[in-house]
Structure formats: structure tokens, C-alpha cells
């Protein structure tokens, strides 16, 4: 089970921090990412991590850093000089087995959490 949290109302140019923390022992065999999903759009990919942190991908390079924390079961996705386009419910979602190729498709990803909304204002 992954519980997304750390979202609300920030302003444009600030950051936050989203978490996503996974229940059960097994969180380090699980490939993570954060997904969005603007009012009116499609759900979309946002960033990726494997195991062991050594592999990262992201839609959009610079603003964006994933982390996790084994230790914790948790992941982590920081989202510096918001923009008004960034306002959205961002998910988390988790997997064993990916193929690379696969990693930016929902269809990946097996396990997902609730959502955490961000919203920026102008």
C-alpha cells in the first residue's frame, strides 16, 4: 500500500517536497515513480527511480529530484521553482519488474497511492 502526502497550496517560484510511503517489508525490490494529473488532462509521467537509486529518469529535467529511502519505505519527489503548470494530483506508483523501455507508462506500474494535490498560485 503507498500513502502520498505533502501536497497543497504553495506559491509560483516556491518548492516542495512530496513523500510516498509503502507499507510492507519488500519496499527496496519495488522500481517507484511519481505521476500527475492536471484538471481536464491524462495522467502523466513525472520521474522514475530503481532499486537501488542508481537509475533515475525524468519528463522534465532540472526542477525535478526523486528520491527514496529503503530504510524508511519511503520516496520522495522535490519539486523546485513551482510553475502555475505544475498544479496537479500528483501519484505515487510502484512495481518488481520493469522494462526499461516501459518505465514512463502507467500501464508499468502495479501498485499505486491515493494522490496528494498541488496546487500553485500565482
Known amino acids: 500500500q503507498l500513502q502520498a502526502s505533502g501536497g497543497g497550496l504553495v506559491q509560483a517560484g516556491g518548492s516542495l517536497r512530496l513523500s510516498c510511503a509503502a507499507s510492507?517489508?519488500?519496499?527496496?525490490?519495488?522500481?517507484l515513480a511519481w505521476f500527475r494529473q492536471a484538471p481536464g488532462t491524462e495522467r502523466e509521467f513525472v520521474a522514475y527511480i530503481d532499486r537501488g537509486s542508481a537509475s533515475t529518469d525524468y519528463k522534465e529535467s532540472g526542477r525535478f529530484t526523486i528520491s527514496r529511502d529503503n530504510a524508511k519505505s519511503t520516496m520522495y519527489l522535490s519539486i523546485n521553482n513551482l510553475q502555475l503548470e505544475d498544479t496537479a494530483v500528483y501519484y505515487c506508483?510502484?512495481?518488481?519488474?520493469?522494462?526499461?523501455?516501459?518505465?514512463?507508462?502507467?500501464?508499468?506500474?502495479?501498485?499505486w497511492g491515493q494522490g496528494t494535490l498541488v496546487t500553485v498560485s500565482s
Open positions: 506508483a510502484a512495481s518488481e519488474t520493469i522494462i526499461s523501455s516501459s518505465r514512463r507508462r502507467q500501464s508499468a506500474y502495479a501498485y
Open positions: 510492507g517489508r519488500t519496499f527496496s525490490r519495488y522500481r
